[in-house]
């Protein structure tokens, strides 16, 4: 049985898979969070603490 962190984890990595393959499509946190199966905000929030920044500023590094 897996514990919540390691799901969170795996959602995690999952988000930033899926930025960093539509990164040039500029996915909003909706269509993000759709794709991990969360809502929105739970899933900003999730991401914030598993990466120390905002999914928004991620898809800003990943642009630069």
Known sequence: ?????????KRIAEAI???NQ??????SLSQIAEKINLSPDHFQRLFTEW??????????????
């Open 17 to 19: 898979d899926f930025i």
């Open 51 to 64: 990466t120390g920044t905002s999914p928004k500023k991620f898809l800003q590094y990943i642009n630069i």
């Open 22 to 27: 539509n990164f040039k499509n500029q996915p």
């Open 1 to 9: 049985m897996e514990t919540q962190a390691t799901i969170n984890y």
